[in-house]
């Protein structure tokens, strides 16, 4: 990618839906793994275990998706954003729970995007972390017994989201220059390798390793949100969470399962109004050594074990 960006964000900060019943919707979320930290009577706000405030917001009203916030470096770094990106707000303060200030952009999609700073932090949530013997190195847990709880999962933090839009090289052009994310991996079509029909783009952090993917852009006849990804600590807490979102009769559409670009063991779910949430854990981090690829779908989207991706999970694009 050639072009400088206005700014480079650090990492995704948050979703925000609306739901027409947040009691509803904390059920699901609180099934999920996600805390509440804030309600206000018209929004909940739910957190994980490290120190963000929110990870998760859902206004009352009828169901949208409403943005997927990021955050700037600086507070400098939002006024350059307001000033020079077409279309952005003024720099405002963000009068909900946890404060802040933020910009709000519109992507050539329609969808929102938020880029805040300086929004308030909790204490991290103490989370026990499991030592796991292999074959190669069995004493790792010597003398210990490993227990593992059927309880929702831990969910540490936000990773990253993913877009259905009808044209994924403007996408990606799109999140470059507004918000300096940069590609890691692309996918083209099996018979096309000029046609596109998925991106993964991560945070550009120079030498420091960051997630594969931070955003990911997937062909689609309408734009809308594919899912939202959240990350636990490890495969038990992934694996003991889908067994528990099992018992409460959540609609699962795909997993466990190890996906290949990203490398993540993946499950996902969706929401009571068909918002598909996805729990990961163990992603490949790269940096700016990695060496930008392109593969053809049949390698690019397949899963290294587990079922692949059902039609339901292709489709889905929520409004
Ligand atoms: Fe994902």
């Not at 699901?28 to 929004?43: C, E, K, P, Q």
Request: hydrophobic share 35%.
């Amino acid at each position: 990618m050639s072009s400088e960006p206005i700014i480079r964000v650090t990492d995704i900060a948050w979703i925000r839906l609306r739901s027409p019943d947040l009691d509803l919707q904390e059920r699901f979320l609180g099934d999920f793994g996600l805390i509440r930290s804030a309600h206000t009577g018209n929004a909940l706000y739910m957190r994980g275990t490290d120190s963000s405030h929110h990870l998760h917001i859902t206004e009352k009203g009828d169901p949208k998706v409403l943005s997927v916030a990021f955050w700037a470096r600086s507070e400098d770094d939002l006024h350059k954003l307001s000033r020079e990106a077409e279309g952005a707000s003024v720099v405002e303060s963000i009068d909900e729970p946890g404060g802040g200030k933020r910009v709000r952009l519109t992507e050539h999609n329609g969808f929102g995007i938020e880029v805040v700073h300086g929004v308030e932090t909790l204490p991290a949530i103490p989370v026990p972390v499991n030592t796991l013997n292999f074959g190669n190195a069995k004493t790792a847990r010597a003398g210990d017994l490993l227990r593992v709880e059927v309880r929702p999962s831990h969910v540490k933090r936000i990773g990253h989201s993913v877009f259905s839009t009808p044209d994924v090289e403007q996408s990606i052009a799109w999140a470059h220059r507004h918000l300096g994310i940069i590609r890691s991996d692309d996918v083209h079509a099996e018979d096309d390798p000029d046609k596109l029909v998925a991106s993964f783009n991560r945070i550009d952090a120079g030498d420091d390793y960051v997630d594969h993917h931070v955003m990911m852009f997937a062909l689609h006849p309408h734009p809308g949100l594919n899912h939202i990804s959240f990350e636990v600590q490890d495969i038990d807490e992934l694996a003991a969470g889908h067994d528990y979102l099992i018992q409460k009769k959540w609609h699962h559409i795909w997993g466990l399962g190890r996906h290949t670009l990203g490398s993540q063991i993946f499950d996902y779910w969706k929401d009571p109004w068909g918002r598909m949430h996805e729990h990961w854990t163990d992603s490949d981090v790269l940096n700016c050594a990695h060496d930008y690829r392109r593969h053809p779908r049949s390698q690019g989207l397949k899963s290294q074990w587990g079922p692949q991706a059902p039609q339901e999970f292709r489709d889905t694009s929520s409004q």
